[in-house]
T-cell receptor, first 113, second 112 residues
């Protein structure tokens, strides 16, 4: 039981490049989330998926897209990376939605030059 | 808009001390409040979740209280140990909202 896994762990991009961050959970959770964590800003929700087949914007969705590929997987795509997207990205999941504890992955540290 | 504040931003205590971490939030219409622990370079680990109808939750040496009307929560750590050194984050979810609003955390150092 691996919990929430994220790939890659580290990534360096040049401005304008694109990439997809992958997230998978093996706990049969319905809801999944993407956060970014920046010094002095705390964690902020980018997108979430309350259940398979649905996605919604969080607090800071601009510049990102998401796909809930199936119940297990939730990916985050940066179409044209910008230096402002340099951050640590965390994926999380929960059995249901706001009623439940969220379980976090180890994070992806992204640097955009 | 909900805002969550954690004071102090950093705290250093000698091993064995009991300590209290504080969390305040501006909108009392919350569904639950969660305390997380984050070790350097790692993800978040959930410590305690308090539903809005509850006053406190306990797990081992940890006790979290919630006073929804005053917009405050405390995390009490008994007999602190060096292994407790980490950043502790408080987060609230609004009624009907999927979004957790996080505080910026308290960085705790327990000195042997």
């Amino acid at each position: 039981n691996a919990g929430v896994t994220q790939t890659p762990k580290f990534q360096v991009l040049k401005t304008g490049q694109s990439m997809t961050l992958q997230c998978a959970q093996d706990m049969n959770h319905n809801s999944m989330y993407w956060y970014r964590q920046d010094p002095g800003m705390g964690l902020r929700l980018i997108y979430y998926s309350a259940s398979e087949g649905t996605t919604d914007k969080g607090e800071v969705p601009n510049g990102y897209n998401v796909s809930r590929l199936n119940k297990r997987e939730f990916s985050l795509r940066l179409e044209s990376a910008a230096p402002s997207q340099t951050s640590v990205y965390f994926c999380a999941s929960s059995p249901l939605a706001y009623t439940d504890t969220q379980y976090f992955g180890p994070g992806t540290r992204l640097t955009v030059l | 808009k909900q805002e969550v504040t954690q004071i102090p931003a950093a705290l250093s205590v000698p091993e064995g001390e009991n300590l209290v971490l504080n969390c305040s939030f501006t909108d009392s219409a919350i569904y639950n409040l969660q305390w997380f622990r984050q070790d350097p370079g790692k993800g978040l680990t959930s410590l305690l979740l308090i539903q809005s109808s509850q006053r406190e939750q306990t797990s081992g040496r940890l006790n979290a209280s919630l006073d929804k009307s005053s917009g405050r929560s405390t995390l009490y750590i008994a007999a602190s140990q060096p292994g407790d050194s980490a950043t502790y984050l408080c987060a609230v979810s609004g009624a009907g909202s999927y979004q957790l609003t996080f505080g910026k955390g308290t960085k705790l150092s327990v000195i042997p």
